[in-house]
């Protein structure tokens, strides 16, 4: 599987887009780009995913590039819930999930 | 909403002794994974189960850990002996075979091992 670099830790402010990116520069043409979060003393939270088109839910926004090589998870409106660690993995289906180090997300009132 | 079912919470031991954690997936899940998080780290797979077939444990290791999902639905981790190491949380997700939600791992609370 393709490896992810994202940043260590990013803050954002309540209320505003929060922006979180991920590149995947050596990713295949059959693996997804997949977000989970992980929420202090939980277990992590699927989020999105995608493979080349755009997503939204009601989560989040992916933004994908036209190369694949990179990524951009859009949180619209951050609360202070929202406060978490966020990690990009990219995986084919039937391939297991593994997971970096991911960014760690703060929002600040 | 049906949730991925882990006990205990925490567990506390002392190296030497042996430990086991329990996980009850979701109604339906084939797929059950179990993962161990060291503190600042993201998670690692350690098994697969699809059913109750060990689809993946090639970082299991096997010489302390066992898994196991007898009839197909819950599983149990066994450590033996714990070592130090092995202070960690220790994650179980399942996921369903078919359908849009088979892209989607779904997590329980964990145990949190501390080992003395």
């Known amino acids: 599987d393709a490896k992810t670099t994202q940043p260590p830790s990013m803050d954002c402010a309540e209320g505003r887009a929060a922006n979180l990116p991920c590149n995947h520069s050596?990713?295949?043409?059959?693996?997804?780009v997949y977000w989970y979060r992980q929420i202090h003393s939980q277990g992590p939270q699927y989020i999105i995913h995608?493979?080349?088109n755009n997503e939204t839910n009601e989560m989040a926004s992916l933004i994908i590039t036209e190369d694949r090589k990179s990524s951009t998870l859009i949180l619209p409106h951050a609360t202070l819930r929202d406060t978490a660690v966020y990690y990009c993995?990219?995986?084919?289906?039937?391939?297991?999930?593994?997971f970096g180090a991911g960014t760690r997300l703060t929002v600040k009132p | 909403e049906a949730e991925v079912a882990q006990s205990p919470r925490y567990k506390i031991t002392e190296k030497s002794q042996a430990v086991a954690f329990w996980c009850d997936p979701i109604?339906?899940?084939?797929?059950l994974y179990w993962y161990r998080q060291i503190l600042g780290q993201g998670p690692e797979l350690l098994v697969q189960?699809?059913?109750?077939?060990?689809?993946?444990d090639s970082q299991l290791p096997k010489d302390r850990f066992s898994a196991e999902r007898l009839k197909g639905v819950d599983s149990t981790l066994k450590i033996q002996p714990a070592e130090l190491g092995d202070s960690a949380m220790y994650l179980c997700?399942?996921?369903?075979?078919?359908?849009?939600?088979?892209?989607?791992?779904?997590f329980g609370p964990g145990t949190r091992l501390t080992v003395l």
């Open positions: 050596t990713i295949s043409g059959n693996e997804y």
């Open positions: 993995i990219v995986r084919s289906v039937n391939n297991d999930m593994r």
């Open positions: 109604s339906g899940h084939a797929t």
């Open positions: 997700a399942s996921s369903p075979v078919g359908g849009r939600a088979r892209n989607e791992q779904f």
């Open positions: 189960f699809q059913d109750e077939s060990v689809v993946d």
């Open positions: 995608g493979l080349k």
